[in-house]
């Protein structure tokens, strides 16, 4: 180990010959006219057909570094000092003309939201046509060029596709067309900026498969941003770590997430629910405090505030960098001492699942009336919640599992001939009918807390109203309710002065779980609560949803992409397609198999953070339009293992594996496929 001053570069090669090279590079965010520094120093390299992740918490200055490595930047962003080059040019140095040339011919940019990166009134054709006539082409040339683009990124019917709009495809098929105009050039550097965010697991694996079989054909470089550390383990040759604007270590990605030597990046492993974890097992590390503001001074070490290891040395000397082999580097006064840094301790004790359901759906159904078409969008759905149960609920989008959640809150009223109980009584199908006590046992998380709290209101009104509404409480008592609720959600009095929007997003769910939870509920739906936090900030939520449910025995329904979350929280899951339950089980019995097929797509799918490669189980084809869905049963078409004559025919019945777990499905038990073989990582 090898210990080199603060300003002794690391040797990377020579930065002409790199795809990107990002050089010493300091930018601010002109605020009020103030500079406030963004990234402080960033250096690094990303070499022709090397893929290099960008890791770290939500305003640590990934994206801001992608963008600057285009010169895409907002009109207050202003770059103090270093240089970036791309394939030996200067992006800093080059005139407006310079710049636009520079874009159109050698680097692209594929952004987390397809759907802003697409104008809605223009037809794909026309959309992905453009990219070509900007390049020089002619009309019939580039209409040409657009097809084969398509098929290029392996979308199905793609002369359909082109003359669709935008929100007549999917989140994958719109990312699909987002990566081949971002191919057009052939670009020798191809930037993705959270490019699988709220996809689903199978798009996702989809997705990622392309960028590594078209990086592996046209050698382009790929710098990836990208909050799911599955990805970016899968995708990477090596991968950087930020933190408040600076590098803080470098490595391969297998030495990375095997061996971290930066306190934060241990902050970061243990956070996630890695190698079947599970909520009765321990707590998920948590790394405490928050991000420093933009614009902080930070002379000394940037992590020293919230750093376990941390001593009077760290608050008043620059870090070192650490040569600790062949290009890998760690920036800390005490890369010896990051083995020290423990995981938490075991959990206590467990809840303990009673036989008596609280809520049980018993043969729902739920049918939509669109254009004169009957759409059925639940089809006889049988589930229950146990006090005190997490039931996980995963399936592709369009799957039914958001409609699921609203028929059982009464948002949509079901079909006649199903029935929702509450503690074996029946509930209204819409919830204006249902009595109070019914409205209070089932409330609601959100995805995205933004638009859910009132912007204008404080934290305080926000939970005092929910209070005052639920439960029978007023005046002094409903005050004491407020306090109590925001201490266990380890919400401070500070904190309930503020308005949403002064929060991080954090702390904004936070209050949507304590808005949950103020009417002391029975169930609690969380619809994708932690999909678009930081592994740190998940962690946190999970641990606290954990815990809430030790001390209260309240029950969830836990809807989710992530199939690591959901293994980690989850004590049965159901698996939904076309709005049907497939399977239902104790979660060790799903991942442990004999499965359903779908099932065994779903996991194979799944990135997988500890370095082992899967067999993925490809889905041809999109989901069914629950409009029309195909005979016999539903998943055939899609199916490996589909049995013609019978799969495509019969509605397949329903197999007890085991306690509490069946599979609907025409295959005998024997012969139901298990989970995937594990082999030998490789990128």
Known sequence: ?????????????????????????????????????????????????????????????????????????????????????????????????????????????????????????????????????????DDDVADDKALEALKKVHIAAPASVLDRYPHQLSGGMLQRVVIAMGLAKDPRLLVLDEPTTGLDATVEAEVLDLVRELRHTTQAAVLLIAHNLGVIRTMCDRVGVMYAGKMVEEATADELFQQPRHPYTIGLMNAIPRAGLRKTDRALSTISGNMPSIGTELPTCVYVDRCPIASDTCRTEAPPLVALNDGRWTRCHHSDLVDAITEPDAVASEVQLSDRRVIELNGVSKTFRQGGNDIPALVSVDLGFAEGETLGLVGESGSGKSTLAKTMLGVHGADEGGSITLDGKPMKGKATDRRDEAIRAIQMVFQNPDSALNRAWTVRKILHRTVTRLTPISGDAAHKRVSEIAEAMRLSEHHLDMRPRQLSGGLKQRVAIARAFAGDPRVVVCDEPTSALDVSVQAAILNLLASLQRDERTSYLFITHDIGVVRYLADRIAVMYVGRIMEKGYTDDVFNGPVHPYTEALLSAVPSVDGIAKDRIPLDGDIPSPADPPPGCVFHTRCKYSIPGTCDVEIPPTITVSERHEITCHLPIEQLPTPVTIKASNN
């Open 1 to 137: 180990m090898t210990v080199l001053e603060p300003t002794t570069p690391i040797d990377r090669g020579d930065p002409n010959t790199a795809a990107l090279a990002i050089d010493n590079l300091h930018l601010a965010y002109l605020v009020r006219g103030k500079p406030r520094e963004v990234l402080r120093g960033v250096t690094f390299q990303v070499r022709p057909g090397e893929a290099f992740g960008l890791v770290g918490e939500s305003g640590c200055g990934k994206s801001t570094t992608a963008y600057a490595a285009l010169r895409y930047m907002p009109d207050n962003g202003r770059i103090t000092e270093g240089r970036v080059l791309v394939n030996g040019q200067d992006v800093t140095d080059m005139s407006n003309k310079e710049l636009q040339t520079f874009r159109a011919t050698q680097a692209s940019m594929v952004y987390q939201d397809p759907v802003q990166a697409m104008n809605p009134s223009l037809k794909i054709g026309e959309q992905v046509a453009e990219c070509f006539t900007i390049l020089g082409h």
